[in-house]
């Protein structure tokens, strides 16, 4: 149902930073303008990102830090919703 | 204890890259010395600005003055800041601890490009401007290595009259 993560990266900057720990929401619906958590290409690692838009079917991804451009995920590869960050505590909008 | 270590694994968060894609090996010091060649025109450009100004100028005069210091300030800012991210992304994602064993001044060389970065930014100061873009290079010089490429120094196309490090063609 939940799963806790911890952040690596700047490209969620300065929604998220490196070392912020998360409460995900598995199997969620996701929506445009939720972070969400997916599965990368290789299926080995998970990245966290915000839900730009959908086309086709496709969930349109990207990193708040606006540095890098978007990319398309298919539902199944969502994890889940990023509900709150629980460390530091705080709200993630 | 080891079954408290497997506890503590259990227990332990995933991590979830924040990065632009997992991984897209991407990296890249140009944006960093373009932010350092910027820097160093905005410095440029507020002597020039000082100089223009006489002794005794108008009201309109000192509110271009006022004006133009006020832009050039704030990009001063802006590029400092994104020298620092630029570096802190390098440092941090890019390089390896062989990299490390290779450069022994990596670190420090980093560090002190922050450091400097933000000394740029709290002043008026054409020295720290040109030491930050030399610093600048030298890591890219070092990046450059650890990719296999030969890097060079040549008399970047910019108005700053300034050096970048590239790599050969």
């Not at chain 2, 259990?10 to 990296?27: E, K, N, S, T």
């Not at chain 2, 309109?60 to 300030?73: K, L």
């Not at chain 2, 290779?102 to 000394?119: C, N, T, V």
Request: proline residues 5%.
């Amino acid at each position: 149902m939940f799963q806790r993560v911890v952040v690596s990266g700047h490209s969620m900057e300065p929604t998220l930073r490196s070392g912020q720990k998360l409460l995900v929401l598995k199997n969620a619906n996701p929506r445009i303008g939720d972070i969400v958590v997916v599965r990368d290409r290789t299926g080995e690692r998970k990245v966290v990102k915000r839900i730009a838009k959908v086309r086709g079917g496709h969930y349109f991804i990207k990193g708040d830090a606006g540095t890098y451009k978007e990319r398309a995920v298919k539902r199944e590869d969502i994890v889940g919703k990023v509900l709150f960050s629980y460390s530091p505590l705080k709200r993630i909008r | 204890m080891r079954v408290m270590q497997k506890i503590a694994q259990a227990l332990r968060p995933d991590v979830v890259y924040a990065h632009c894609d997992i991984p897209c090996g991407i990296y890249d010091p140009h944006h960093a010395q373009m932010a350092a060649h910027t820097i160093i025109r905005m410095h440029q450009l507020i002597e020039e600005a000082k100089g223009k100004m006489g002794q005794s100028p108008t009201p309109d005069e000192r509110a271009r003055f006022v004006h133009q210091m006020a832009r050039c300030t704030a990009t001063k800012e802006e590029h400092a800041e994104l020298l620092k991210k630029e570096v802190r992304i390098l440092w941090g994602d890019y390089f390896k601890p062989e990299h490390v064993q290779q450069y022994p001044d990596l670190h420090e060389l980093a560090w002190k490009i922050l450091r400097r970065a933000s000394k740029v930014r709290q002043e008026i100061n054409m020295p720290e401007a040109e030491g930050l873009l030399e610093d600048v290079n030298r890591l890219a010089e070092i990046f450059w290595k650890t990719k296999g490429a030969t890097p060079v120094r040549t008399k970047a196309s910019y108005p700053t009259g300034k050096e970048i490090v590239v790599p050969k063609a």
